[in-house]
């Protein structure tokens, strides 16, 4: 008798799971079926922020780590300081190329389309304003266009928010750790067409107001700048 | 009255000292070598002292401290053992208000510009020019 019940027992609990789990299946179809939300005021998933309302906050600190083990963990696979740079510019490359046509959805309504900007001075505000906004929650420093050159443009930042917390050692002071943000940048010129390639360079003087002042430079094709016109 | 920080040592888990910084140009300058033993030998007597803790107290091993202030009548020294090890030393003067502040403070500037530095090695001498600049204008500024 003591045995038998278990035996009762033993098979009852699996009917019941796969009853609850028959019980789920049909459920699924219908949200399947349903396709994109889409509520009342007409916004899709990719007109919202990631986090759900305006106010949150992703860690500083969090980012902080992740992003110095990236460095750690290019520098154990690179052979100098220009390599470090090469992959870290590699790293920002495809999140420019994801930003660009986000952050031209979210600027634009339906009955004002935002553009892709196809000349350089728009692309270079795009870049120094809507996208340093989207990133660090406030605009780059400056835009200069070089003199000496007509393909060089320069944007400047006088504190890289990936450089807050990172010191570079004497033996490797070349070394401008935002060659992600300047990849970032690559990927977005790159994006709109006008193929550049984009360095980090640290221009701030020790002791001064702004140590950690960083140039980013921007060296566009031949072609996009015989496109542009003559100067 | 002056209130005053005179110096300020980190010590890593193993007992090495890791930083030393003065904050007041009148103090007598020591020799590298002898801030090296004193690293030590307090390591070694936070140990002694954290296992002098009466057991009748029913205290369990974890939770027992070590030494946490030695005070002189020209000095006070203040020590905070993190939970990884690490000890930061401050030397104060001997009636300074708030020191746990200054301490706390301290310890947030490392966990910032040391910690969050991909550049350095745990455990290693710091030499973090961050860490530096922003200790300085802290200490100048309060």
Not at chain 1, 113 to 139: N, Y
Not at chain 1, 142 to 160: F, G, Q, R
Not at chain 2, 86 to 98: A, D, G, I
Not at chain 2, 112 to 127: A, C, G, H, S, W
Request: proline share 6%; glycine share 6%.
């Amino acid at each position: 008798m003591t045995t038998a019940s278990p035996a009762q027992q033993g098979p009852t609990p699996l009917a019941s799971s796969s009853s609850i789990q028959q019980q789920r299946l049909p459920q699924q179809p219908p949200q399947q079926h349903a396709g994109l939300r889409t509520p009342s005021n007409r916004k899709t998933i990719y007109d919202r922020n990631l986090n759900r309302t305006r106010t949150a906050e992703l860690s500083r600190a969090s980012f902080a780590y992740l992003f110095g083990e990236m460095v750690g963990y290019a520098q154990k696979r690179v052979t100098g300081i220009q390599d470090l740079e090469r992959r870290l510019n590699e790293a920002g490359y495809p999140l420019g190329q994801r930003l660009l046509p986000l952050l031209l959805l979210r600027s634009s309504t339906p009955t004002h389309p935002a553009p892709r900007p196809i000349r350089i001075l728009p692309l270079l505000q795009f870049i120094a304003h809507t996208l340093w906004r989207h990133l660090f929650a406030r605009s780059a420093d400056s835009i200069e266009s070089s003199s000496t050159n007509n393909h060089e443009y320069m944007i400047s930042d006088n504190e890289p928010l990936v450089n807050q917390y990172i010191s570079v050692p004497k033996e490797m002071s070349q070394l401008n750790c935002a060659a992600y943000v300047a990849g970032i940048i690559e990927g977005v010129c790159c994006g709109v067409g006008c193929k550049a390639g984009v360095s980090a360079h640290n221009a701030g003087e020790q002791g001064g107001l702004w140590p950690g002042k960083t140039v980013f430079l921007i060296r566009f094709d031949e072609d996009v700048v015989k496109r542009e016109g003559t100067k | 009255m002056q209130q005053v920080v005179y110096s300020l040592i980190i010590i890593n888990k193993a007992g090495g000292l890791v930083y030393n910084r003065d904050f007041n140009n009148a103090l007598n300058k020591v020799s590298v070598n002898d801030l090296l033993v004193l690293a030590g030998t307090f390591h070694g007597v936070h140990a002694i002292t954290k296992s002098l803790t009466p057991s009748s107290l029913g205290i369990p091993s974890y939770q027992r401290t070590g030494i946490e202030v030695l005070e002189s009548s020209h000095f006070r020294l203040t020590c905070f053992p993190t939970f990884t090890g690490t000890k930061f030393l401050l030397f104060t003067e001997p009636h300074q208000p708030n020191v746990d502040v200054i301490i706390r403070k301290v310890y947030e500037l490392y966990a910032d510009y040391v910690t969050k530095n991909p550049f350095y090695q745990l455990e290693m001498p710091i030499r973090c020019e961050a860490f530096d600049r922003h200790l300085m204008t802290y200490m100048r500024a309060r």
